[in-house]
């Protein structure tokens, strides 16, 4: 197993944060005078947050790192907000950085969200001649989290004031978390600051009403237990076994069950300098800069409650649903983060409440007693997460999305009690944009050839004039498939993107040097 530099990857890329920094602003701001601001840049440093999560780490009493004794990080350090800091590859330009290391950045990431905004399906009122505050354009985001908003907004207020003459800020979007139950306000700090990792809240919601971030990908060397989170992959054949091969041809003609288990996906999906699923290095800078180093889409979806609920409702009572069942077909999940997979009748909370439970399930076969949903009678082909998450549903099984799986960190933004715009900020990392974000995008939801349904798109995120969207095939037993009708709008409707580069402790250290 390849041992993760973790203390080098900046906070939030393999540890979320999570609720216990449920405040958030992203600030993209613009160079003016480069050495200013790697000067500027480089008094940031002490901010960054890199590696675990601070109640994660535990200090050894003594400096011996076998002795069982150990010490809290101090409150203040556990309890600070925390920055982050990503670059665009113009951004990387006007800092100064050389032709050498830039030209070795992916071809994606050069040519930046706004040249390839078409072909990732944002048009008509997502193109990026709608797009707010000259995202697609900028050079550098600055990200900070807190406990409460009074604390996120002193902080981004004092480092921007820091950064006037040098940088100047273009676009600024404070965001929190969103909760369905006012459990999350009565919990026992102490006892939930020290629940298991992964054991994630299902009480934050996005504005549509649904659990977001209910499924996140199990990294080698980072996340203990892979179960629901990796993939489910062939066995590897063991040393001792001479009729493996003969036992593998077998499996492939279908003569033999083949034997899978779950495992973690390699780093080198995520983070650069690691070997990714295919045995390589993915693409990027040399080092300093690229190792331990990621890629970020930031990316502000603005959503149109009403649209979505009234189409919803509309359509529940022309095809004989209940509102909330189709709700739960359009996403794959039941509003609490119940999969359909699992239980396709109603929510089940002693699913939505445990992360690893909630995540274990397949599609092409059976699982923990739960039945085989090949032909989407339980979760429909063209469901959000099934198209975004095929896991075994494709040919290859699971292996083949392995090399398609991104780290998603979004936020809702907005409150619709003021009548404001609101919607999520999509946030993702992986080693690569166009194995990650944009393959996803293009091949899985923009279009449903992949699964069989030709021209139908991801009925959430899908974009276009009136007349050109798509509606959404309903499986059921007995022939009683329906359809859904297309909307008379998209549900969704993207702000801005941006392309960015999200470097490790030591690639920041260099790019502010100097």
Same mark, same amino acid.
């Given at each position: /197993? ?13 540890? $979320? ?76 330009? $006007? +800092? ?7 030209? =070795? ?57 820091? $950064? ?5 800020? %273009? ?6 978390? +969103? ?11 102490? =006892? ?38 990796? @993939? ?13 091969? +003969? ?68 359509? =529940? ?45 397949? #599609? ?7 039945? $085989?949903?090949?032909?989407? #009678? ?32 979004? /936020?809702? #933004? ?46 959430? %995120? ?9 509606? /959404? @095939? ?9 359809? /859904? ?14 392309? +960015? ?14």
């Amino acid at each position: /197993m390849t041992e993760v530099e973790v203390d080098e990857v900046q906070g939030n890329v393999l540890y $979320a944060y999570g609720d216990d920094f449920p405040h958030a602003r992203y600030v993209l701001l613009r160079v003016n005078h480069a050495a200013a601001a790697k000067a500027n840049l480089r008094a940031w440093l002490d901010q960054i947050t890199f590696g675990l999560r601070p109640w994660d780490r535990r200090a050894t009493v003594g400096g011996d790192p076998h002795t069982d004794r150990i010490s809290e990080v101090p409150p203040q350090a556990r309890d600070r907000p925390h920055v982050n800091v990503a670059f665009t590859f113009l951004g990387l330009q $006007a +800092l100064g950085v050389s032709d050498d290391v830039l030209y =070795a950045f992916p071809d994606e990431f050069r040519q930046g969200a706004y040249a390839r905004a078409g072909a990732n399906g944002d048009v008509a009122g997502s193109a990026p001649g709608n797009w707010r505050d000259e995202l697609g354009r900028g050079h550098l985001l600055l990200v900070v989290y807190a406990r409460t908003d009074a604390e996120r907004d002193r902080l981004v207020e004092r480092l921007t004031r820091e $950064a006037q003459g040098c940088m100047t800020p %273009l676009h600024d979007l404070p965001a929190s978390r +969103l909760h369905s139950s006012r459990r999350s306000e009565q919990r026992d700090d102490s =006892a939930w600051r020290n629940r298991p990792q992964g054991c994630d809240s299902r009480l934050h919601r996005e504005h549509f009403g649904f659990a977001d971030g209910c499924s996140q990908p199990a990294i080698e060397g980072v996340n203990r237990d892979p179960t629901g989170n990796g @993939v489910y992959a062939r066995t590897p054949p063991r040393w001792w076994r001479p009729f493996r091969p +003969l036992e593998l041809a077998l499996e492939d003609m279908g003569l033999k069950p083949i034997k899978r288990r779950w495992r973690a996906i390699r780093a080198g999906e995520f983070l650069l300098g690691y070997e990714n699923e295919e045995g390589a290095l993915p693409v990027g800078p040399p080092d300093p800069l690229g190792p331990n180093g990621t890629f970020m889409v930031y990316r502000p979806i603005s959503q149109d409650v009403e649209t979505f609920s009234h189409h919803i409702e509309s359509e =529940a009572e022309r095809l004989g649903f209940e509102p909330d069942l189709l709700r739960a077909k359009v996403v794959g999940r039941w509003p609490d983060g119940t999969p359909l997979a699992l239980s396709p009748e109603r929510p089940d909370e002693l699913i939505a409440d445990n992360r690893r439970r909630a995540n274990d399930f397949l #599609y092409q076969e059976s699982r923990n007693g739960f039945p $085989a949903d090949p032909d989407g #009678y339980g979760c429909p082909l063209g469901a959000h997460i099934r198209r975004s998450n095929p896991r075994d549903s494709l040919p290859g099984g699971g292996e083949r999305t392995m090399a398609h799986r991104i780290i998603r960190r979004g /936020m809702p #933004y907005g409150r619709r009690e003021t009548g404001e715009d609101c919607g999520l900020v999509f946030v993702c990392f992986s080693s690569s944009i166009a194995n990650g974000f944009e393959f996803i995008q293009r091949t899985w939801c923009n279009t449903g050839s992949e699964i069989g349904l030709g021209s139908e798109r991801d009925p959430i %995120l899908q974009q276009g004039e009136p007349g050109e969207l798509t509606g /959404m @095939v309903i499986p059921s037993h007995h022939d009683r498939t329906v359809v /859904m009708k297309p909307p008379e709008k998209p549900f969704v409707t993207v702000r801005g993107c941006e392309y +960015l580069f999200v470097p490790s402790r030591r690639g920041f250290e260099w790019l502010t040097n100097g």
